[in-house]
């Protein structure tokens, strides 16, 4: 099993519960750990035999683009997409973090894990 991960990808959107956060919007990070068979496109140097980290930024630009109350909503909506599209993955794990939340406070950053593996 190898490992693929897309770190930092950088994106202002509109997500959470305050209707001023769908106005304002805010800035986001997410990242990717991907679990799959990398023995194959070790040997042949060819895209099609591995897990396209084109693919999974898309993936991620696209579900954060849709606006959700929760992190964990959009979190889980991008790993039913990396399982569904991508069929070499066999354990993902998605970080959503939003950075400066409106909570009252000094916070950097707030960050929801999922992890999921594939269900045959």
């Known amino acids: ?13 509109n997500h959470g519960c305050l209707k001023e956060e769908a106005k304002i919007g805010s800035e986001y990070r997410v990242d990717l750990e991907i679990k799959a068979d990398l023995t194959t496109s070790a040997e042949s140097d060819i ?5 396209d980290y084109v693919h999974l930024n898309n993936i991620v630009k696209d579900e954060m683009a849709v606006r959700s109350k929760l992190l964990e909503h ?11 599209e ?6 993902a794990t998605v970080k959503v973090a939003k ?19 594939r269900k045959n």
């Open 74 to 84: 959009v979190a889980k909506r991008i790993l039913n997409r990396i399982f569904k």
């Open 99 to 117: 950075i400066n939340p409106p909570i009252g406070g000094n916070v950097e950053e707030v960050v929801i894990v999922l992890k999921d593996i």
């Open 1 to 13: 099993m190898g490992i693929i991960q897309v770190n930092n990808i950088r994106l202002f959107t």
């Open 47 to 51: 895209l099609t035999d591995t897990v």
């Open 86 to 91: 991508l069929s070499l993955v066999q354990e």
